[in-house]
DNA sequence: ACTTTTTTTAAACATTTGATTAAAATACTT
DNA sequence: AAGTATTTTAATCAAATGTTTAAAAAAAGT
């Protein structure tokens, strides 16, 4: 007998909805995404994503919760470490922010279109304040640059980090990259950001 | 009588139905949209987005065209000037967006993730690569900087310009910064990301 | 082997939503 | 003032959409 499954069908169910709705709304983000979607998607039937997940509602929650986390633990942990350097953090930041969006070029968008669309429930679940501007990243920003409001220098690394991602569709669509372009284009570009943040806090 | 008449109460239907539509576009986008919350942000009859419009698609292109053109139409004669010096072009484009986006703080997430939606329509309405790819500014970037990929100086200084509105909502939902305070941030901000570029192009 | 529980399916339901219609109201023309 | 065209309104339509239901199928328990 054949021991190799299609990656998706030694799943379960439940996990298989997951694993669509993840595309789905991501790609297309929560109020454009019919339920029908995620359900041909998955290759299941429609009324299973309620038998599973009660709602699209809540089926959204989840995958959202999710996403977030994605986005803010892969620096939050570099952000709060009292040990390692100024220079270190920038270098680990970038590398690990460039290393997480390459795999998952639409998680900026929808994730914060989404916060957008619904701030509430996302400053219940989410204390960016304590990562962002209580963080030692902060207070060391703060020492080396004493005349310069840190979140002024935070917006300026995210925004290198993570506007390429947000861009990306509207580069694509002037065709003035293809997906290895920009996958190359942002491998080079660990080292540039790297090396442009430590210039701006010189 | 008075003449003192409410904003737009000297506005035509049409110009009423449009300017409902702005609101709610750019607040919930095409999707989250509903014929009924334009009309009601009008104060009008339903039934007359359809005899101005035709349809909500219609409507909706006509207020994305707008859009697409007023983040674009801001920079595109700076990058494209020859006359003006390098230098001289990264002051312009930073107090010119920055004064843009401050006035329309929802413009670049309504705008970039609505092309993300719809890539096709919008690469044949505008031409990216011709501004971005093919101007002045870019060659005088080449020019100063030969070992430097110019787009990874444009997404710098674009990201550094623009990603801060559109994290400004997970900014709010913190509670670390309201509208006055985020302003003022951004006021100040002109300065710095002016400095900034200059520092990564020396 | 039989019963019970869990999972899956097809069909249907109730709302929502974009759009249309026909009549009423208003504005314009002569 | 009368007639015509334009604009606005309330009601309605048809399709889409999230959800439920009841029966069938599969799995688990005894």
Redesign the pocket.
Known sequence: MDQVLKADEKLT?EEKIKEAARIVFLKKGYAA????DIAEQAG?????????F????KLFEIIMMEKVQQLFAAIAPVFTDKETSLNTKIDLITTRYIDLLVKNTDLPLFVLSEIRNNPESFSKAIHVDDVLLKSHFVKQLAEKKPDVNPVQLIMSLLGMLIFPFIAKPVLQAAGAVNDKMFEQLMGERKELVSKWMKLLVR
Not at 33 to 36: G, I, L, S, V
Request: proline letters at 0%.
């Open positions: 169910t995404t019919k339920t029908r299941l039937n429609l009324a299973l994503l309620n038998y599973y009660r709602s699209k509602e």
